[in-house]
């Protein structure tokens, strides 16, 4: 770190170009002209002694080799002291991004090569394009390493925590207001959002990163033109998104059953979903029309059947309500198209569906209140389609939502909980990490947390932990194990994103909630 510090800019070029041979982002004969792209981004001008040919020989000669953090890390301090670059932290992604830009491989190139593997198998098409978006640092894993996740067993099986470090939550009220925005019309800035794929090469801008590293590659889903690429946050293994060509808001229907039923077929090992289209219940992004799917096996994906549900004219459809904290009917079936069909009138059935004795409008003065998420995956050769029935309304007891987080699970989550959290893993807030670390140092020191302003919002639940385990009240704090506070804290929020996804449900699981449920699955057909 000191050498680049020490101004030896030529140095840090040769290790990234070097990095770059031996991942395979560029070819012997693209050396001396990467440097040079490297060069001008930097700002800076070598002397002649610097040849590039031989400098980065020399680079994959050293030993021991800088890691990628440290050498981008290098390059910016440099750039940093130098006045080439801002020294916050979104300048100097804007060019870090752009560093590895000069590297990652020309998007043709990408979809040529990711097709030609496919030819041999879906999986190798994937594993090859996932280290891509790890090798150009579109995803930069030293990052995400930082997130704290850690898995909670519960009524509903083993659920996935993770305190997500990487990426801001958005305010639900702000994911509203982005909709209706867009719905308005008037001049939008370019992209549209970051999920056009405008982003491919786009340089980025202080309220919008860089993406010249994003690739993204072509698919025909219904007979429209989608795209596939990566989340650069990964929340889960190979967590990829499937996007809209067009900028057009989120919408469920039967041709949403369709897509997701058709990715699966082209791509078996993975699962995929969408989130809802109405604010609330939905995703952080409900401007542009998209998915989101992986290679891993959700808490939800393994979930059992609560009890086998029938619909008329479909006997050829296994159905069943899903063991599961949220309101989940499951469809299973060898032919896609049939699940589908029967998707479609489940769907159609909840759009105007209500049942005031749990709290169900399908709408209020014409505003609509019910949609479904929806997640499709194979079974072997047969398909699998779960049908997650949401609601939004809102009431002045409940203004965030009557099926979201209620009041007293804000201090851990209040974010919308869309997609990724209704299959079992929670994405909770980075603010968490720092709190439970303030609230342990509270509880040892037999303080009262409503007394702390930091943790304050945590004293009612810190109340019920300690209760649940005495030898961490005030009395017993001084002979008590402080690192098994730790796994006590760890394990008591993941009981809460429990209650969090039961607060969800539109039909609880209780003698009430079983019932409505019945009502509904004899009104769909």
């Not at 943790?455 to 005495?470: D, G, I, L, M």
Request: glycine fraction near 8%; hydrophobic fraction near 40%.
């Amino acid at each position: 770190m000191d050498e680049y510090q020490s101004g030896a800019v030529e140095r840090g070029v040769a290790d990234l170009v070097a990095y770059a041979l031996d991942r395979g982002l560029i070819g012997a004969d693209d050396v001396t002209y990467s440097a040079n792209l490297m060069l001008d981004a930097l700002g800076y001008e070598p002397t002649g002694a610097f040849v590039p040919r031989e400098a980065v020989a020399a680079a994959q000669a050293a030993d021991p080799r800088p890691a990628l953090e440290e050498i981008l890390a290098g390059l910016l301090d440099d750039a940093v002291a130098r006045g080439v670059c801002d020294p916050g932290v979104a300048s100097r992604d804007l060019l870090d991004t752009r560093l590895m830009g000069c590297v990652t491989p020309r998007p043709s190139d990408v979809t040529r090569a990711f097709w030609d593997r496919y030819e041999h198998s879906p999986e190798a098409a994937t594993d090859w394009f996932y280290q891509l978006a790890l090798d150009s640092d579109y995803i930069r894993t030293y990052r995400i390493a930082r997130d704290r996740k850690w898995v909670t067993s519960t009524r509903y099986g083993d659920l996935d925590i993770t305190i997500n470090l990487s990426k801001p939550e958005k305010d639900p009220k702000a994911i509203a207001a982005a909709l209706e925005k867009q719905k308005a019309g008037g001049a939008e800035p370019y992209p549209r959002c970051q999920l056009c794929p405008e982003n491919t090469g786009y340089a980025g801008r202080l309220d919008h990163p860089a993406r010249e590293t994003i690739r993204i590659i072509p698919l025909t889903l219904a007979g429209e033109q989608w795209y596939l690429q990566y989340s650069p946050y990964v929340y889960y293994n190979e967590h990829c998104i499937v996007l809209s060509e067009k900028h057009v808001p989120m919408r469920i229907d039967r041709v949403t059953f369709q897509r997701l039923l058709e990715f699966v077929t082209m791509f078996p090992h993975y699962t995929v979903g969408s989130n809802a289209d109405l604010p609330i219940v939905g995703g952080s992004i409900l401007t542009h029309e998209h998915y989101q799917g992986g290679r891993y096996e959700f808490a939800m994906a393994r979930a059992g059947l609560r009890e086998e549900v029938s619909f008329p004219g479909f006997e050829d459809v296994r159905a069943g309500v899903v063991d599961w904290p949220m309101s989940v009917i499951r469809l299973d079936g060898d032919d896609p198209a049939r699940l589908v069909e029967l998707a479609d009138k489940i769907l159609a059935a909840w759009r105007g569906y209500s049942d005031e004795t749990v709290g169900v409008l399908a709408e209020t003065e014409g505003t609509p209140h019910n949609t479904i998420t929806p997640i499709a995956r194979r079974r072997g050769e047969g398909y699998e389609l779960d049908l997650v029935l949401r609601n939004n309304r809102t009431t002045e007891e409940y203004p965030l939502g009557i099926f979201h987080p209620h009041q007293e699970l804000h201090h851990v989550k209040k974010e919308n909980i869309g997609l990724i959290e209704v299959m079992g893993l929670a994405v909770l807030p980075a603010r968490l990490l720092g709190e439970m670390d303030r609230l342990k140092q509270v509880i040892l020191a037999g303080d009262d947390p409503a007394q702390v302003p930091e943790v304050a919002a945590h004293a009612p639940w810190a109340a019920e932990v300690v209760a649940r385990h005495p030898e961490f009240a005030p009395e017993n704090v001084a002979s008590a194990d402080a690192t098994k506070l730790d796994a006590v804290i760890e394990e008591e929020i993941g009981q809460v994103f429990a209650q969090v996804l039961e607060h969800c449900a539109v039909f609880a699981d209780n003698d009430q909630g079983r019932a409505a449920f019945a009502r509904f699955v004899a009104a769909v057909c």
